[in-house]
């Protein structure tokens, strides 16, 4: 079985300040992960995902993820925020030993950015 | 291309009313999905089509029913309406990798019941 832990419901940072989303996974097989962000009243869109090459993983809008088997997390980073930033952000997970590809989302971690 | 696009985009429903959710796709991929999303929760997922033809349960099936009519379209049914159904549903699509594939979601219908 696979789930998803987003540490944190709610982060608030000022504009041009570094942004740290909080994930932690658990898997039996090795995973596929990835970081959704939805801004307001819009859909999911792919930031990043991880599929068991680089374990620093480089997404758009400048953020990255890093992988880190020995502590089951893959946290999200932004070195410098900006307004276009606020919007909810998902971790995802799938098993990639499996026939189906059915993913497992975190409850999500509303961004908000302060000017 | 389009991507994904799901019909409608709002909808009011009162209780015990039925509806069909559509979802097409065109980006030529085997696999879609269906999910809901409410607060607090992420999104979970209602049934998924692997490929044309085939259909299975996600997390949270009851009250609903699907259909796979084709490799581009695959439509989502609620039979008789509960304000519990009350949600944002999202379809999504993807071709299966080998580690993993990535889904593309369309823009969202939201759905009250009364």
């Known amino acids: 079985a696979q789930s998803v832990t987003q540490l944190d419901s709610h982060v608030s940072v000022s504009e041009g300040t570094p942004v740290l989303l909080r994930c932690n996974y658990s898997s039996s097989y090795s995973p596929s992960l990835f970081w959704y962000v939805q801004h307001p009243n819009k859909g999911l869109q792919l930031l990043l995902k991880y599929t068991s090459a680089a374990t620093l993983v480089k997404g758009i809008n400048g953020f990255e993820a890093e992988f880190k088997k020995s502590e089951t997390s893959f946290h999200l980073t932004k070195p410098s925020a900006h307004m276009s930033d606020a919007a909810e952000y998902f971790c995802?997970?799938?098993?990639?030993?499996?026939?189906?590809?059915?993913?497992?989302f975190g409850a999500g971690t509303t961004v908000t950015v302060r000017a | 291309n389009a991507g994904v696009t799901q019909t409608p985009k709002f909808q009011v429903l009162k209780t015990g009313q039925s509806m069909t959710l559509q979802c097409a796709q065109d980006?030529?991929?085997?696999?879609m999905y269906w999910y809901r999303q409410d607060p607090g929760m992420g999104l979970r997922l209602i049934y998924y089509?692997?490929?044309?033809?085939?259909?299975d349960k996600g997390e949270v099936p009851n009250g609903y029913n699907v259909s796979r009519l084709n490799k581009r379209e695959f439509s989502l049914r609620l039979e008789s309406a509960a304000p519990s159904q009350t949600s944002v549903y999202f379809c999504?699509?993807?071709?299966?990798?080998?580690?993993?594939?990535?889904?593309?979601f369309g823009p969202g219908t939201r759905l009250t019941v009364l």
């Open positions: 980006m030529n991929h085997n696999s």
């Open positions: 089509s692997a490929s044309e033809g085939t259909t």
């Open positions: 999504a699509s993807s071709v299966p990798g080998l580690r993993g594939g990535t889904q593309y």
């Open positions: 995802v997970v799938t098993e990639t030993s499996s026939n189906d590809y059915k993913l497992s």
